[in-house]
């Protein structure tokens, strides 16, 4: 019975290390950082403006987006963006730039 068990621990300890898997990714941070000409505010100060766009890539396929918006030197919240709502961003920016001269 006993050399049973041992060997029958010995199959169970070999088995785990035969079904271990190897994972390798590639990761991949994309940035984009957009700000206009700073304005100059009432007390001389110059004040930047503009937003952070951030996109991770996992292996070639995107993992998410996400915006912030800049005002000064302080960043606002990351807000994560699908491809749907990336597409009426899209298209609202499309919009607006066909009305600006």
Same mark, same amino acid.
């Given at each position: 019975?006993?050399?049973?068990?041992?060997?029958?621990?010995?199959?169970?300890?070999?088995?785990?290390?035969? !079904?271990? !898997?190897?994972?390798?990714? *590639?990761?991949?941070?994309?940035?984009?950082?957009?700000?206009?000409?700073?304005? @100059? $505010?009432?007390?001389?100060?110059?004040? @930047? #403006?503009?937003?952070?766009?951030?996109?991770?890539?996992? *292996?070639? @396929? +995107?993992?998410?987006?996400?915006?912030?918006?800049?005002?000064?030197?302080? !960043? +606002?919240? #990351?807000? !994560?963006?699908?491809?749907? @709502?990336?597409? *009426?961003?899209?298209? #609202?920016?499309?919009?607006?730039?066909?009305? $600006?001269?």
């Amino acid at each position: 019975m006993r050399d049973w068990l041992s060997s029958q621990i010995l199959n169970d300890v070999f088995e785990r290390t035969n !079904k271990m !898997k190897r994972v390798v990714s *590639n990761i991949q941070n994309l940035g984009y950082t957009i700000t206009n000409n700073p304005n @100059a $505010e009432a007390n001389g100060k110059q004040k @930047a #403006a503009g937003m952070i766009i951030d996109q991770t890539l996992v *292996n070639g @396929a +995107s993992e998410g987006v996400s915006i912030r918006l800049i005002n000064g030197k302080q !960043k +606002s919240a #990351a807000v !994560k963006l699908d491809r749907f @709502a990336l597409t *009426n961003l899209l298209e #609202a920016v499309n919009e607006v730039l066909s009305t $600006e001269e």
